[in-house]
């Protein structure tokens, strides 16, 4: 079965980076396109980031361009996201979702989240 | 950036009845439109991709239509599972805009 599990959160001080890993199993990583979401406390989803199943094309938020990176290892079968200079309003639970179902960006598996507070 | 919106915030309904959300995009996104649903402490699930085409699992009770930029997710005969806070989601040329969702609650 198609299983994501999201690492790496936990409490940053502001102006750190820290790294997120997803773990995918049950499906052929490489095939698919990855996303990550993230929601803040209370609050609804919010589309960060998307790269392609091959790693040629990335997609970014406006509200967080520059500051992060998504990359992946085929070969681990692990995406991942890097948040730079973190900063109070990036406290949220990041959830990595497969995209690609029919060929479309829906995002069809998620993971359970890993949370990131950013406080000093 | 396309910007999504959802009508109404809240909408309360007795168990049985149908509920009609709505989705608008800020510009045409043809059917790149999904629907998500989040029960409380729950990851989101996916209900509604291509407009209207329902994901795998999803009951018959779960009905999407629209495309351009207007939207509708009708859930019929409610059932106590189903009681959550749904999003659209536009995924045109592969960003993924959610809208700010609509909260499904008991009448």
């Known amino acids: 079965q198609v299983q994501l599990v999201e690492s790496g959160g936990g409490v940053v001080q502001p102006g750190r980076s820290l790294r997120l890993s997803c773990a995918a199993s049950?499906?052929?990583?490489?095939?698919?396109?990855m996303h990550w979401v993230r929601q803040a406390p209370g609050k609804g989803l919010e589309w960060v980031a998307v790269?392609?199943?091959?790693?040629?094309?990335?997609q970014f938020a406006d509200s967080v361009k520059g500051r992060l990176t998504i990359s992946r290892d085929n070969s681990k079968n692990t995406l991942y996201l890097q948040i730079n200079s973190l900063r109070a309003e990036d406290t949220a639970v990041y959830f990595c979702?497969?995209?690609?179902?029919?060929?479309?960006?829906?995002?069809?598996?998620w993971g359970q989240g890993t949370l990131v507070t950013v406080s000093s | 950036e396309i910007v999504m919106t959802q009508s109404p915030a809240t909408l309360s309904v007795s168990p049985g009845e149908r509920a009609t959300l709505s989705c608008r995009a800020s510009q045409t996104i043809s059917s790149n439109l999904a629907w998500y649903q989040q029960r409380p402490g729950h990851v989101p699930r996916l209900l509604i991709y291509?407009?209207?085409t329902r994901a795998t699992g999803i009951p018959a009770r779960f009905r999407g239509s629209g495309s351009g930029t207007a939207f509708t997710l009708t859930i019929s005969g409610l059932q106590s599972e189903d009681f959550a806070v749904y999003y659209c989601q536009s995924y045109n040329n592969w960003w993924g805009t959610f809208g700010p969702g609509t909260k499904v609650d008991v009448k």
């Open positions: 790269i392609w199943y091959d790693g040629t094309n990335k």
């Open positions: 049950g499906f052929t990583f490489s095939s698919y396109a």
């Open positions: 979702g497969r995209g690609g179902v029919a060929g479309t960006g829906a995002l069809d598996y």
């Open positions: 291509g407009a209207s």
